[in-house]
């Protein structure tokens, strides 16, 4: 749903747990407590990008492509830290950024396209979800 979101969970969840999934510059990323701080600065920023009228569409290919990325580097993140096999972790994490994005691309339009539901109530909707669901991740 958000590009940011499930690196900053992954980090978020290896930070408390205190796991370490290696030593390549990506581990340090998602383990240190400046790579938790400026991945969570990151997430918070793209909730406020994201209401902006400027901010792409979300299904377009750059940004479907980074959701992808950083949704398979935080599942393979979180895989490698728990002993898991890695590239199942990011095919899984990649996977389930793709179904995110157009699943909510698609539900926000059609929640939206009630006259009576104003764009900025899915919105807040939306971003709750995706709060919601990174606490899940991040515990």
């Given at each position: 749903m958000r590009?940011?979101?499930?690196p900053a969970a992954a980090a978020t969840f290896l930070h408390r747990k205190r796991?370490?999934?290696?030593?390549?510059?990506l581990d340090k990323i998602f383990t240190s407590s400046a790579g938790?701080?400026?991945?969570n600065a990151l997430a918070a920023g793209?909730?406020?990008?994201?209401?902006?009228?400027?901010?792409?569409?979300?299904?377009?290919?750059?940004?479907?492509?980074g959701r992808i990325v950083t949704g398979s580097l935080a599942a393979a993140s979180i895989s490698k830290a728990n002993?898991?096999?890695v590239i199942a972790g990011a095919l899984i994490g990649g996977?389930?950024?793709a179904a995110s994005t157009y699943a909510f691309?698609?539900?926000r339009r059609y929640i939206s396209s009630h006259p009576k539901i104003k764009d900025?109530?899915?919105?807040?909707?939306?971003?709750?979800?995706?709060?919601?669901?990174?606490?899940?991740v991040a515990k």
């Open positions: 590009s940011m979101m499930a796991k370490t999934p290696g030593n390549a510059v938790l701080k400026v991945l793209e909730l406020v990008g994201d209401k902006l009228p400027t901010a792409p569409n979300r299904i377009a290919t750059p940004g479907l492509v002993n898991k096999n996977g389930v950024a691309f698609y539900l900025y109530f899915t919105g807040a909707a939306e971003d709750a979800v995706a709060l919601g669901l990174s606490a899940l």
